[in-house]
């Protein structure tokens, strides 16, 4: 498809969440290989970032972030390692909070997360157990299924549905968090790095679950092919503690980075912080660290230089 159809194909999804709720628009998700249950209907606004800086010791990771996720919308986060990117889904979670500015969730928000660690199951579980909760019927939205069946659906099929977790490839065990996630009945899907090491068939079974669900979700991912399909907005972490809010899907996120930053757009980066260097942020640094900072030599002679700059100010 080409980048008008593909945005005009974005938009479509944020006009028919309505659509993507009613009865009849589930009525053929039976034939998914991967449905996710859609949670309580969203209001206007799901996520408001307003504003939002964060910084870990002196190094600025986000500064003066916006955006507004709508109902429908399905948000692609894309940036270097060490960027931020899953520091923001703590920020969203509220295990990390904004050192200024704010998140604001939609009330009938519920979010369903798994983190890019994978850390949260037991390990001496099998596949099976672990997703079925020893139950031979899951529950799937307002749907009934075999759970092995379900099981299935990513992947794991006869002996495999045994294995314990401690066994398993990161490919594997990621199947599993999704298979964990996606039955939960959430509206807001935080979906940190889920291509990673997916096979063909299962990411191309994410992407067709994705784009009928009748939610949100923001998904850090490298794939930009997976991103091309099912994000409607792109928050772009560009460098220099600035993220980029875009309305449209990874291409023409490309082809808008490619106008504003011409040459320098393609140029391959690592990722580069602002520091704390301004008198403003500085002194906030300094008395947040009180002494122990001034004993740093580095410190004690920028204090001395900036009282002489001051002093001589005064003198001119
Ligand atoms: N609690 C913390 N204290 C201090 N530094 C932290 C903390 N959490 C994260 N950082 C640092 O903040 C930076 C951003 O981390 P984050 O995990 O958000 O990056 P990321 O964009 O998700 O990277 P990746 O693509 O590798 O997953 C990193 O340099 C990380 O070491
Ligand atoms: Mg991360």
New binding site residues.
Partial sequence: MNPKGRHAKSKARINSYENLLSQEANAKLSDLQIYIPPGPRLGDVVIEAKDIAKS??D?I?VEGMNFTLPPGGIIGIV??????????FKMITGVETPDSGSIKLGETVKLAHVD?TREQLDDKKTIWETISGNSDIIKIGSREMNSRAYVARFNFTGADQSKKLEVLSGGERNRVNLAMMLKEEANVLLLD?PTNDLDVNTLRALEEGLLNFAGCAVV?SHDRWFLDRVATHILA?EGESKVYWFEGNYSEYEADRKKRLGIDADQPHRIKYRHLTRIKDFTAYFFCNGLRLYSDPCVKHFCRLYTVINVCGRIG
Avoid at 79 to 84: I, Q
């Fill in positions: 870990f010791d190094r990771l940036g270097p390692n060490g960027a931020g990117k899953t520091t923001l890019q790095e850090v972490f």
